[in-house]
């Protein structure tokens, strides 16, 4: 039904298009995009979703749900609650496939294989494709140290001077290094929930990490928590290819290079970040961008 | 509007008043227990008490020495029959068993067990491993009490394991962590210590039961050679002195009853500590 009013909606405006575009949109909740590289385009495709559907017991999530993520870029999906973009990204690790009555049609492709390969361990895509949840979720009972060193130690490693490395980069590389260095030992329970949040970072940088999915990774943070993890974002993005999940459309603008807007479990709208928050191609997104549902 | 405030504050008044008096008398069965049996076991309670064998009627002196080793023997036997099946059961309805058949049953004849008479545990003990070995030993009396644990282990440790949040096991999954060391070094680790305060909370359960004992681990007046003896333990040699006729022994079973209070006593207080413990990490 979505479709079909997509549809309508697109033929409506197809003459409304050949007006000047330019012109600035009257707006009641304009939003500032960030100017990142424009070329977004000429980026490699790191993950790609081909007619992914999804289910929970009987009730649909996801209808045909076709994307290309690119490499080293922030691609942020946006989306009313409901909308089935948690879901989306957690078929991407395959973490979706762990709820009970869950079933998963489609194929989703890490550069060229299947994540869904019957020789592909979705163990080892984890591994790959990392995730950062809502709520911070540092082990209880283990120190800062532990946290991030527990993804390698629980695979294997067992050399001291290595996990001190990986320990100590990987806390450099969200930005906890410094605000930690003196307290490894204490439990990562301890921090505040901006600390935990960057420590549940640090733990999915310390594996092989090349994927990061975040989902609404600061929506249980305050203002400054929220601007140093949107920081690292920035940061990470020059080796990571990351898919932010989020609530807050300012959020979407400021972080990333590409926006995916979902309703219904649909894919409505996909496009780079300036694009869809300037000049939304379909009706629906412009009435979710400019508050007028969601 | 008056009259049915006050109705309300004197109703008030009278609950709390019922609700108060029942728990005092809660309390004095507890306190006067707890009293008597110090006042009664502290006059034979010294050194020689604790480190010495039972002498003979008419001889004065001797003590339960074989007896507190019995015991600690006893409930060491049971833990190592009782706790590893309990406690990786426990974690299998927890973590595998959410709504299958198999678990259900499991669950269910649990619960059953953990209900049924001690002294029937004892005549299975006794028919599994008195009978075919033709004596009493140690090692039946710590069967009989690790089959005791098995059902409690098992159901505090699937009730704490299932404590932790889903979010942890979601969290170390998308670290690339495979599902059965999600569940040892995360989950387990995550829930150690309220399983050490089941543990604990059903040794010190175990600890003082006389009825499986009866026939399993039978009692004895010396040093025990091995397992594979007849052991006396702290509850049995309370149970026999304290039948006997003569004033000496009777002393002596109220003081056997005073250890194994403290004992007792001592095991809750510190489950009680690591419980506390568990549940600040959980927050």
């Known amino acids: 039904m979505i479709d079909e009013l997509a549809e309508k909606e ?58 290309d993520i690119n490499e080293k870029a922030v691609t942020a999906i946006i989306g009313p609650s409901g909308c089935g973009k948690s879901t989306l990204i957690r078929c ?52 800062i140290y ?35 260095k003196d307290s490894l030992q204490k439990a990562g329970a301890a921090l505040s929930g901006g600390q935990q949040q960057r420590l549940c970072i640090a733990r999915s940088l310390a594996v092989e990490l090349e994927v990061l999915l975040m989902d609404e990774p600061c929506s249980a943070l305050d203002p400054i928590s929220t601007s140093k993890v949107e920081e690292l974002i920035h940061e990470l993005r020059q080796n990571y290819t990351i898919i ?11 972080v990333s290079q590409k926006t995916a807007f979902m309703l219904n479990g649909k894919l409505i709208e996909y496009d ?18 400019t508050g007028r549902f969601g | 509007m008056v009259n049915y405030q006050t109705y309300r504050r004197w109703t008030d008044r009278t609950m709390v008043f019922l609700c108060g008096t029942a ?57 190592c029959v009782g706790l590893p099946i309990g406690i990786f059961a426990g ?67 699937e009730e704490l394991v299932k404590m932790v949040p889903h979010s942890i096991r979601e969290a170390s999954w998308a670290l690339g962590i495979s599902q059965w060391r999600t569940i040892l070094s995360i989950v387990v680790r995550t829930a150690k210590n309220g399983i050490l305060t089941g543990v604990l909370l059903s040794i010190a359960r175990i600890a003082g039961e006389t009825a499986p004992l009866l026939f399993t681990a039978f009692n004895n007046q010396f040093w025990p050679k091995g397992i594979n003896e007849p052991t006396a333990s702290l509850t049995v040699q309370v149970f026999t002195y304290a039948i006997s006729p003569f004033k000496d022994w009777q002393d002596q079973a109220w003081t056997g009853a005073l250890v194994l209070l403290l004992l007792v006593l001592s095991i809750n207080l510190s489950a009680k500590f690591f419980f506390k413990n568990s549940r600040s990490l959980l927050r």
Not at chain 1, 35 to 54: L, N, Q, W, Y
Not at chain 1, 104 to 131: H, K, Q, T, W
Not at chain 1, 157 to 179: F, G, P
Not at chain 2, 114 to 130: D, K, N
């Open chain 2, 23 to 79: 728990a005092f008398l809660a309390g004095i069965p507890l306190v006067s227990l707890l009293l008597y049996v110090l006042v009664q076991g502290f006059r034979r309670l010294d050194w020689t008490f604790l480190t010495s064998l039972p002498t003979p009627v008419g001889v004065s002196g001797g003590g339960m020495a074989n007896a507190i080793l019995g015991t600690i023997t006893l409930v060491l036997i049971a833990s």
């Open chain 2, 91 to 157: 974690i299998y309805l927890s973590e595998y068993g959410k709504k299958n058949r198999f678990a259900w049953m499991v669950r269910f004849t649990a619960d059953v067990l953990s209900g049924v008479p001690s002294i029937v545990t004892g005549i299975v003990a006794y028919t599994l491993i008195v009978k075919p070995m033709h004596n009493f030993s140690a090692l039946a009396g710590g069967v009989a009490l690790g089959f005791m644990m098995i059902p409690i282990t098992t159901r505090t440790t």
């Open chain 1, 272 to 289: 780079s970040t300036e694009k869809v928050f300037t000049n939304p191609a379909n009706k629906l997104t412009e009435d979710y961008i």
């Open chain 1, 92 to 143: 991407f690790n395959r973490m979706h496939e762990t709820v009970p009555g869950s079933r998963f049609a489609g194929d989703i492709f890490l550069e060229e294989n299947s994540i869904f390969d019957p020789r592909m361990d979705p163990v080892a895509v984890r591994r790959r494709v990392g995730m950062v949840f809502q709520k911070p979720t540092p082990f209880p009972t283990l120190s």
């Open chain 1, 10 to 67: 697109k033929k409506e405006r197809k003459p409304v298009e050949k007006e000047p575009k330019n012109e600035p949109r009257s707006d009641s909740r304009k939003i500032e995009v960030a100017h990142h590289e424009p070329d977004a385009s000429v980026k490699k495709v790191k993950m790609k979703a081909e007619g992914v559907c999804a289910w929970f017991g009987t009730k649909q999530a996801l209808f045909d749900v076709n994307i």
């Open chain 1, 244 to 254: 932010i999940v989020t609530h807050n459309m300012q959020q979407a603008a400021r």
């Open chain 1, 146 to 180: 532990d946290n991030v060193a527990v993804g390698l130690r629980l695979n294997g490693t067992r050399d001291k001077k290595t996990l001190d490395e990986v320990v100590e980069k990987s806390l450099r590389k969200a930005a906890l290094w410094e605000e930690v």
